[in-house]
């Protein structure tokens, strides 16, 4: 006769389940400062967001080391595996999107100067997608550590950079000005960058690999641009047309970052196909 295997449930000191998930430090993070009981779903959906911006860095950053291997088969699977992680930071907002002002106010005075575009991980995570902006490091510079990674991925390649890399290995005609660009400064559309998008999407059969490619950097831009989209109206919704925490112009300057799109030639190509 068959018997169920109990789970042990008996251990010499703490679970192996907290052992290998920190689950105790990451329940300890939680430090409110007001008695206000939204507060605790602000502080934890932007935990959990910082959690994801990290995820997605270590998952391009995979991407591209497969991609200078010439291993485009890992490299997209790694690059929809973080489609994946996008839509869960951009699942994310609903919990706190439709906060009224009344219920922001009664918390966000305890944000003092504290503002989401001071994260470092966002950061990275920009100048992994080709947003660079040397001024956007300023905010870190008494931290050393976080200062010099940032300033590390500021000139390092982009995960664009590393896809026009490879598709210029094989055979197409990427730009030399493009290729041997200051990687420091915000990717800027070419021409035959565009051009070299439109062969690739002009037949499905002669480039399946690499269309497939372009398809799956489409869909990391459309999910970022989304978060962007959605942090906008969240922060319309709570605050109106206020001064932003941390002294921004608030929904302003969101709506001047939701008009900025990532690998934009993927996009103007399409009008040619």
């Not at 006769?1 to 008996?10: G, H, I, R, S, V």
């Not at 911006?53 to 010439?70: I, S, T």
């Not at 839509?87 to 219920?103: D, K, L």
């Amino acid at each position: 006769m068959k018997t169920t295997q109990e789970p042990n449930l008996d251990f010499a000191g703490t679970t192996p389940y907290e052992d290998y998930v920190h689950a105790s430090v990451l329940h300890s993070l939680q430090q409110r400062w007001s008695s206000d009981p939204g507060e605790m779903s602000f502080l934890v959906i932007t935990q959990i967001m910082e959690l994801y911006f990290g995820l997605l860095c270590f998952e391009w950053q995979q991407a591209q080391q497969e991609l200078r291997a010439d291993d485009l088969d890992s490299a997209r699977r790694t690059l929809h595996r973080s489609v994946l992680h996008l839509q869960g930071v951009n699942a994310a907002w609903r919990s706190i999107a439709r906060m009224t002002p009344e219920e922001f106010n009664a918390f966000r005075s305890n944000l003092g100067e504290g503002s989401g575009f001071q994260s470092a991980m966002y950061r990275h995570m920009e100048f992994l997608l080709g947003e660079k902006s040397a001024s956007m490091i300023v905010p870190h510079r008494a931290v050393p550590a976080v200062e010099a990674e940032l300033e590390s991925a500021l000139r390092s390649p982009s995960l664009y950079d590393d896809v026009l890399e490879y598709l210029s290995r094989r055979g197409y005609a990427i730009p030399a000005s493009v290729l041997e660009r200051d990687r420091s400064r915000v990717y800027q559309a070419d021409a035959g960058v565009e051009r070299v998008w439109t062969e690739i999407y002009s037949s499905r059969a002669e480039h399946h690999d690499t269309q497939q490619l372009g398809e799956v950097l489409t869909d990391i831009a459309e999910e970022f641009a989304r978060w962007r989209y959605d942090h906008l109206l969240a922060t319309r919704r709570a605050m109106g047309a206020k001064v932003g925490t941390g002294g921004s112009a608030g929904v302003a300057w969101l709506e001047k970052r939701t008009q900025r799109t990532v690998f934009p030639e993927l996009w103007t190509a399409r009008s040619y196909v």
